[in-house]
């Protein structure tokens, strides 16, 4: 986005879980500080389902009036109409490497008092539909 001078758009709409109705009210947050925005990036394919669903009841068609997409790879993203573009990840490896931190951590004669650990976990773009 920088590489064109775009600037992201950023909307916390509400706390984690996100659901399906938070994606309704999202989209409207979303639409009525940024009217021209053509691309919305939810947290969970669940919360990108939601916004797909308002856009169909507002009469914007996805993908060619705004685009969608999600995270997770959930069902919900491969049985929705249209299909949504997310991000595939492995929640497995995810917890394995949460479990060995937190079992690293819990094992030290002296666990430390503040800890950052990063991890890089794979991922893939699934491209369908919705972008």
Do not use: H, N, Y
Request: aromatic content about 4%; overall charge positive.
């Amino acid at each position: 986005m920088s590489q064109l001078g775009l600037k992201p758009r950023l909307a916390a709409t509400t706390k984690p879980p996100a659901t399906m109705s938070d994606g309704a009210a999202g989209l409207s947050t979303i639409l009525s500080q940024w009217p021209d925005s053509d691309l919305v990036i939810c947290v969970s394919d669940p919360l990108a389902f939601g916004v797909i669903m308002t856009c169909r009841t507002r009469g914007i068609a996805v993908p060619s009036m705004l685009a969608v997409a999600g995270f997770g790879d959930f069902e919900v993203a491969r049985i929705s109409d249209p299909s949504i573009t997310t991000v595939s990840i492995d929640a497995q490896q995810i917890g394995r490497c949460t479990a060995q931190a937190v079992l690293s951590a819990v094992l030290q004669p002296q666990p430390p008092k503040k800890s950052r650990r990063s991890a890089v976990i794979p991922f893939r773009i699934t491209m369908r539909e919705s972008a």
